[in-house]
């Protein structure tokens, strides 16, 4: 089998480009499944609802597949493990953050700066033949919406302007779609517990794993404010133990963001964003919309760096 994936648990840049990549191949007479390994988040649901287009499912016989197109992702240790390296044919991310991977049939690989892999997806639909039928620019108009925060966000850029601006014939989405995308997030926070382990990414930085959660939706600060959220924090690094973790609380309504880790070697690395609080947990809070990608990544590299320094 052949198929379209992304990282586990995908968000809506994701789910969107792999349903994309999967109509554009199939357009081209080429069998390519979007496969979801973990589960959709609610503002996903939301979007293809409004599409009208089905779920993606999970994969049935992990044995069989064949070649794997990856989408908005490009690490190994954010496939899941079905996923090998020798069957990853191609890779369309953007995360340029990260270092980026060898995989031994690879046929074709991007990573490249833009603010969602959608914007890459609808690239290659307007490369290859033209603007994709409505159900599929909206879905990627969604896509480069969400991942943007409204085309607002750090990571915007005009090639994201240019890609939604395409799929939404220059009028946006609609105001209510993009109120029901908000509410959703809003909604998937759910408690503490289950917000801690939705949106976890892994990275390596020499011989050590780092391990970043980011809670991002609007009011997402409210759960810090939670009683449980002292126990859901604990839960985290005690089940990542042997690494280095750090969950970030990102509230795009206030726009502030709050991270928390208890490895002293990145509160050193990111000691620089902005001042730390220290009581019962070390938290850095942020007055602005400070992304795992665009802000805490960026400086892992100083961790090898730190760690001499302190000669630990
Ligand atoms: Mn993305």
């Not at 009208?52 to 794997?68: H, K, Q, R, Y």
């Not at 069957?87 to 074709?108: F, G, K, M, T």
């Not at 750090?154 to 989405?173: E, M, N």
């Amino acid at each position: 089998m052949n198929i379209v994936t992304s990282y586990v648990n995908p968000d809506i840049d994701g789910v969107a480009g792999m349903l994309a990549v999967a109509e554009l191949r199939r357009r081209a007479g080429e069998n390519y499944r979007p496969v979801v390994f973990g589960s959709l988040d609610a503002e996903t649901e939301v979007v293809l609802r409004h599409v009208g287009l089905a779920f993606p499912t999970g994969v049935g016989d992990v044995n069989s597949i064949e070649s794997a197109v990856v989408i908005d992702c490009h690490s190994p240790l954010q496939l899941a493990s079905e996923v090998s390296p020798e069957s990853v044919v191609e890779v369309i991310d953007h995360h340029v953050d990260q270092a980026d991977e060898v995989y031994p049939n690879i046929l074709r690989y991007r990573n490249e700066l833009v603010g969602a892999a959608c914007t890459l997806v609808l690239e290659d639909w307007i490369a290859g033949s033209a603007r994709p039928p409505d159900q599929y620019s909206t879905l990627l108009a969604a896509g480069i919406f969400s991942n943007t925060q409204g085309m607002t966000g750090p990571s915007v850029t005009d090639r994201d302007r240019r890609a939604y601006s395409v799929c939404t014939q220059g009028r946006g989405l609609p105001d209510s779609l993009v109120a029901e995308m908000a509410r959703a997030r809003a909604s998937d926070i759910g408690s503490p517990l289950a917000a801690v382990f939705r949106d976890v990414k892994a990275f390596a930085v020499g011989e050590r794993i780092v391990r970043l959660s980011q809670i991002e939706a609007p009011g997402s600060a409210f759960l810090i404010a939670k009683p449980e959220w002292a126990n859901a924090l604990k839960q985290f690094q005690t089940r990542f133990a042997d690494d280095e973790t750090a969950v970030s609380v990102v509230d795009t309504a206030s726009e502030t963001t709050d991270v928390f880790t208890d490895s002293p070697l990145l509160q050193v690395v990111w000691a620089r964003l902005g001042e730390a609080r220290r009581g019962s947990e070390w938290v850095l809070h942020i007055p602005r919309i400070a992304l795992r990608k665009t802000d805490l990544v960026p400086l892992l590299d100083e961790l090898e760096t730190s760690r001499q320094t302190q000669g630990s």
